[in-house]
């Protein structure tokens, strides 16, 4: 039976030693991935992929790029959360497809003023502010906005450091989705940043544009795969009721 949401969250921990004894049900994991990328993404681009490795040698090249560190080379798999930004063309042009799709491929004149404004946020503002020339269009942009801005509220996080950021923190949020999916059926996972990510890429074959989000090691918890109780600043220090 699996976990609730609450259950699943308080048994998840960062296991940094897997169980080499017990395997993994490759069929379970892939649904727990498919549970990632049902999180919310900015824009609905989702700008991910998710790589599953199962392949032995594949696992033990992965453990070496992510440093030696215990929770790779005991994984009995891995998921590497891979960010796309490169792919937001082709991700607009699917939600264009999908809208166009869902409203009935109608004449342009027949789209009601909401339809338009969607159409258009895919056809036009999501163009405007991803494409850039190497920092250039990002920094005109940046300024336009931030003197737009000292009238009224404007977004301003349109450089393209700005949008990396912003399609790592979607990644980050399907990488929870996967993580806790996993809890709720007794799988163990561990997050991990440390790693080559050139080497992670290179091992991967991926296209220059594409960045590692992070490495989940996946497995049942060992015994020792926790390494002590569990900290978390007293909530008061964190919770701020306004």
Same mark, same amino acid.
């Given at each position: ?45 989702? /700008?991910? +992929?998710? =790589?599953?490795?199962? &392949?032995?040698?594949?696992?033990? #090249?992965?453990?070496?790029?992510? %440093? ?30 999908? /809208?166009? +799709?869902? =409203?009935?491929?109608? &004449?342009?004149?027949?789209?009601? #003023?909401?339809?338009?404004?969607? %159409? ?34 404007? =977004? ?87």
């Amino acid at each position: 039976m699996e976990k609730t949401v609450t259950d699943a969250i308080a048994y998840r921990r960062s296991i940094r030693i897997f169980d080499k004894n017990i395997e993994l049900d490759a069929k379970k994991v892939k649904r727990c991935i498919e549970n990632a990328v049902l999180a919310p993404t900015s824009s609905n681009l989702q /700008l991910w +992929e998710f =790589y599953h490795i199962e &392949d032995p040698v594949v696992l033990k #090249k992965m453990a070496w790029a992510c %440093l030696g560190q215990n929770a790779a080379k005991t994984a009995k798999q891995l998921v590497v959360v891979v960010v796309r930004k490169d792919l937001w063309r082709k991700r607009a042009k699917a939600n264009i497809g999908f /809208l166009k +799709e869902s =409203y009935g491929h109608k &004449d342009e004149k027949a789209y009601t #003023k909401r339809e338009r404004f969607a %159409l258009n946020y895919y056809k036009k503002l999501i163009p405007s502010i991803y494409t850039d020339f190497f920092g250039v269009f990002g920094f005109i942009k940046y300024l336009i906005f931030l003197i737009i801005g000292l009238f009224k509220p404007m =977004y301003k996080q349109v450089r393209n450091s700005d949008m990396r950021i912003v399609a790592h923190k979607s990644a980050g949020l399907a990488a929870g989705n996967f993580m806790i999916s996993m809890a709720a059926i007794g799988y163990d996972t561990c997050p991990m940043e440390g790693s080559d990510t050139g080497k992670v890429k290179n091992i991967l074959s991926l296209p220059w544009g594409a960045e590692i989000n992070m490495v989940i090691g996946c497995g049942v918890r060992d015994e020792n795969g926790i390494y002590g109780p569990r900290f978390r600043v007293p909530f008061d220090k964190v919770y701020r009721k306004i």
